[in-house]
């Protein structure tokens, strides 16, 4: 049901991943489900060994349904919901979502439970966790976007475009956050629905390695996005489960249908990736 290592603990409930990060003090939990999934969350943790108690604060990646879906039933169990400076105008903008699809479930954020908090006291914050860190502004895939920043070299950076597909978002916010974040030296990254990352660290490492890497990375996404074209799923549920770029997408999906002997490297071979 998850993964777990000494401090960092990765829930598998929902089609979110969200995390419960361990300080020495309390916990963290980084990111929540969608609507409906409180009775999951609570197996997740319990199978876990964590009570809700221990958490002492909610982090939102970004304030999108599948993000904060279940933050207030969490909340009225006692964490506290944190929300930095850049995403305080964005508490409710899910809140017309669940209204919309008449989701019985949804419990709108109060502010009562809300901890308003400057992304310039971040690391106070992390450090009465027991942790040392900090949370950082990463627009692009929404204006709200934040990432938290450990100093033992762990990301959680939640529906930032995947490391492995930057080369599609050059010239992006997306690409500057990457490269806001890559300064800092990360060797794990944890996102909201893509495959956990581990970077590459060898000082010896040259280009052509990184190239050799970037490459072999590209073509496992469009392996997956050729295995879910096959299950018949739409653009939009494959861009959901792989956080890859729609016109990147579509330009698989349109090379794979009209060239049904064609694999994986020979759709690379036809998509003009640079320049996107």
């Known amino acids: 049901m998850y993964t777990k290592h000494e401090m960092i603990v990765e829930l598998k409930y929902s ?55 279940i933050a207030e ?56 966790i027991g942790l040392n860190g900090e949370v950082l502004a990463t627009p692009g895939h929404s204006d709200d976007s934040i990432s938290l920043y450990l100093d033992e070299g762990f990301l959680f950076v939640g529906d930032l475009n995947p490391l492995y597909e930057l080369e599609l978002h050059k010239g992006t916010e997306i690409e500057k956050s990457w490269n806001m974040l890559l300064k800092h030296d990360p060797h794990t990254i944890y996102y909201g629905h893509a495959k956990t990352g581990i970077m590459h660290q060898n000082p010896d490492q040259n280009s052509d390695h990184n190239a050799d890497t970037k490459n072999r990375d590209l073509y496992e996404l469009v392996q997956r996005i050729m295995h879910y074209i096959d ?33 994986v490297q020979g759709i690379l071979d036809r998509i003009e990736i640079k320049g996107r």
């Open 231 to 263: 299950k018949g799923y739409s653009i939009e549920k494959i861009k959901k489960k792989t956080s890859a770029d729609a016109c990147f997408i579509e330009d698989v999906n349109r090379m794979y249908l009209t060239h049904r002997n064609v694999g």
């Open 73 to 128: 039933e969490i909340a009225e169990c006692g964490p506290k919901i944190v929300v930095f400076d850049v995403q305080k105008s964005f508490i409710h903008a899910a809140d017309p979502v669940f209204e919309k699809e008449n989701n019985r479930y949804f419990k709108p954020i109060r502010e009562e439970n809300v901890m308003t908090v400057s992304m310039n006291d971040s690391r106070r914050l992390i450090k009465e």
């Open 15 to 69: 089609n979110t991943n969200t995390y419960l990060i361990r300080g020495s003090a309390d916990c963290i939990l980084f990111d929540t489900g969608w609507a409906g999934t409180f009775p999951l969350f609570c197996k997740a943790i319990k199978e876990a060994g964590i009570t809700i108690p221990e958490i002492r604060y909610i982090l939102i990646s970004h304030f999108h349904p599948d993000h904060m879906g």
